[in-house]
């Protein structure tokens, strides 16, 4: 049974003495930190989700939410509805070798993409014909922030370290290094943990599992014929 952000407040002031000057002020965006730091130090399961990015006319770059760490480069779909058909992918230096913008000549069927940081690039941009189709990847999505002391995390099983984390951060406010020190060790401890526990979630096998459910079962390369034939 997971435990509220209320819950995980009555535990860690068991441990800050005296409990009474760790106001909610105080601890409200600890809470949030904590969840930060176990998000982006593991591949957290229920992180792992699908983000879809509208196609728009002409237009050859994206800016992901900043809801979002990343997006595997392992696999991109387009998707009509119906049907779909993969994009390979080209890492930003390659990608800014052979496709020089703005070229106002490139529109067409996207065939290959790229990203750096939460900016994604397309080649050729949309024409008419695929505008408005969805352009879907999966990646890492930052965790749901508490709303009130009733709302509870998203990634399972790691109520435990989210109030040692917020304990150790709490009581070096309060210049208890040694005692904070101790929390953060045993916090580091449980996330090695969790980390060996959950694994990583970002390979291919996840990814094909994705597209064999949406009905992609294998990989076909479009961008190198297509980059022999016009380069």
């Known amino acids: 049974m997971s435990l509220t952000r209320g819950q995980m407040k009555t535990l860690l002031k068991l441990a800050v003495v005296p409990s009474s000057i760790i106001t909610d002020a105080v601890l409200d965006?600890?809470?949030?930190?904590?969840?930060?730091?176990?998000?982006?130090d593991v591949s957290v399961p229920e992180l792992w989700k699908t983000c879809n990015v509208t196609l728009v006319l002409n237009q050859w770059e994206y800016t992901m939410d900043s809801a979002w760490f990343d997006v595997s480069s392992r696999l991109a779909l387009v998707i009509d509805g119906?049907?779909?058909?993969e994009l390979d992918f080209f890492p930003w230096e390659r990608f800014d070798r052979h496709f020089k913008y703005p070229n106002a000549d490139s529109s067409g069927q996207p065939k290959v993409w790229t990203k750096l940081g939460r900016?994604?690039?397309?080649?050729?941009k949309p024409s008419s014909d695929y505008a408005t189709l969805v352009?879907?990847?999966?990646?890492?999505?930052?965790?749901?922030?508490?709303?009130?002391?009733?709302?509870?995390?998203?990634?399972?099983?790691?109520?435990?370290?989210?109030?040692?984390?917020?304990v150790s951060k709490a009581i070096m406010n309060l210049e208890q290094y040694e005692m904070a020190g101790r929390f953060e060790t045993r916090a580091k401890r449980k996330l090695d943990a969790y980390r060996s526990r959950v694994g990583?979630?970002?390979?291919e096998d996840v990814d094909?599992?994705?597209?064999?459910?949406?009905?992609?079962?294998?990989r076909s390369s479009v961008a190198e014929p297509w980059l022999r034939e016009t380069h």
Do not use: C, K
Request: charged residues 20%.
């Open 135 to 166: 352009w879907q990847m999966r990646g890492y999505h930052r965790p749901t922030a508490f709303a009130s002391d009733s709302s509870t995390t998203d990634m399972v099983d790691t109520e435990s370290i989210i109030i040692d984390l917020v």
């Open 200 to 203: 990583d979630l970002s390979g």
């Open 119 to 124: 900016t994604l690039r397309i080649h050729p």
């Open 82 to 85: 119906v049907n779909s058909y």
């Open 29 to 40: 965006p600890l809470f949030e930190l904590a969840q930060l730091e176990i998000a982006q």
């Open 208 to 218: 094909m599992e994705h597209a064999e459910s949406i009905g992609l079962g294998h």
